[in-house]
């Protein structure tokens, strides 16, 4: 009986020992949910500040390994010229490479988009629309490149059929792309080409 009594208070005694300790002598799983993000990739209505002067655009972001849009405001012409869609590229490309103002990096966006990348004239037999980068489209991370195409995608540089046609400095020919939704959920992957249409100069008969 002594003994029994004895191995009774030695388990009790040992019980307290372990939770004076703050160690558990059972673990039960318990599911928490997802852990609460700190990027939610929206800009409370606290931090847009002032409406900025210039015409309203729309501009992809990378956020949580996402394409994800933001207003800005860029100087874009006001009245349509013939190299209109290209003023309207450059204007936004300059807003692709702009450090993103604190509100947008507190909420998680970023550009992948580095300088330089400035955008030139076409060269004879491009395709209708076609807009010649100073960088190959291909040396560009596939971020950088789907930030591009799906900002212009969306705006008067992208070409009549609603693609964006790009060519680099070398002697490739361009190729068109689109901003699908793959391109916004997976800008890590590259992004598939397709065929441009041709010039109207090189689809005319002699």
Known sequence: M???AWALTALAGGALLLAGCGIRTTQVPVDAGPAPSRMPCEIRGENLGQTPKGFPVRVYLVCASQLKFVDRAA???STPSPDDRIQVARALLAELQRTPPAAE????FGTD???PVAIGDPRPGDPQGALRL???PEDLPA?????????FAESRAAAADGSVILAGPGAYPPRAYACSDAARNRPSEPLPTLTPSPSPSSS???
């Open 143 to 151: 971020e950088a490149l789907a930030q591009i195409v799906c900002t």
């Open 75 to 77: 100087e874009l012409p």
């Open 105 to 108: 990096r507190e909420a998680g």
């Open 204 to 206: 005319s008969s002699p």
């Open 2 to 4: 002594r003994r029994k």
């Open 113 to 115: 988009v580095r300088g």
């Open 134 to 136: 100073s960088r190959q």
